[in-house]
T-cell receptor, first 113, second 113 residues
Framework: KAGVTQTPRYLIKTRGQQVTLSCSPI?????VSWYQQTPGQGLQFLFEYFSETQRNKGNFPGRFSGRQFSNSRSEMNVSTLELGDSALYLC????????????FGPGTRLLVL | AQRVTQPEKLLSVFKGAPVELKCNYSYSGSPELFWYVQYSRQRLQLLLR??SRESIKGFTADLNKGETSFHLKKPFAQEEDSAMYYCALSHRSRGSTLGRLYFGRGTQLTVWP
């Protein structure tokens, strides 16, 4: 099976702009989770979607949002970008998310200037 | 609250020496514990999970519920083991933390020739 794919791989934006990142899970996987990875904070959970519903959410401001489509593909959106949003955004998929192994994508590296 | 602690940010050993990467956790329920590894320029990938009790690439990890630890061990380190290692915890049963991984801050292992 093809692995988790994320697009774009690199992105440069300026403060105040918004950005949309995309994630295609492994075929058959219904759970998609998003994580933010920074040198200062490490890997932090953003949210998880399962069957088009947000099932869990981390401690991030409302500027961070996401959605999942019927084919399990997921997008996350960050509005009104801040310098501190510069990070590697990782997407992970699993079959059901209930303690199952999560398979990670290569990430989207976002730089906010 | 769930918490995963990896006390060593950096760990260096010589090839052929034993290596132990420490992981301690705090969790009130029955956790699922994982070790993920990230080699240079590669995506985050699962190394092993406690429930499978497998040995992957010579690594083993035993869940010690009394000490709330899940240390990763290998008797003879190899240069190709050099990577960033993350310990992670997941909630196994239904609940608000479904599909979420709590990561430690990671340990950068360097194996010298």
């Amino acid at each position: 099976k093809a692995g988790v794919t994320q697009t774009p791989r690199y992105l440069i934006k300026t403060r105040g702009q918004q950005v949309t990142l995309s994630c295609s899970p492994i075929s058959g996987h219904r759970s998609v989770s998003w994580y933010q990875q920074t040198p200062g904070q490490g890997l932090q959970f953003l949210f998880e979607y399962f069957s088009e519903t947000q099932r869990n959410k981390g401690n991030f401001p409302g500027r961070f949002s996401g959605r999942q489509f019927s084919n399990s593909r997921s997008e996350m959106n960050v509005s009104t970008l801040e310098l501190g949003d510069s990070a590697l955004y990782l997407c992970a998929s699993s079959d059901s998310g209930t303690g199952e192994t999560q398979y990670f994508g290569p990430g989207t590296r976002l730089l906010v200037l | 609250a769930q918490r995963v602690t990896q006390p060593e940010k950096l760990l260096s050993v010589f090839k052929g020496a034993p290596v132990e990467l420490k992981c301690n956790y705090s969790y009130s329920g029955s956790p699922e514990l994982f070790w993920y590894v990230q080699y240079s320029r590669q995506r985050l990938q699962l190394l092993l999970r406690h429930i499978s009790r497998e040995s992957i690439k010579g690594f083993t990890a035993d869940l010690n519920k009394g000490e709330t630890s899940f240390h990763l061990k290998k008797p003879f380190a190899q240069e190709e083991d050099s990577a960033m290692y993350y310990c992670a915890l997941s909630h196994r049963s239904r609940g608000s933390t479904l599909g979420r991984l709590y990561f430690g801050r990671g340990t950068q292992l360097t194996v010298w020739p």
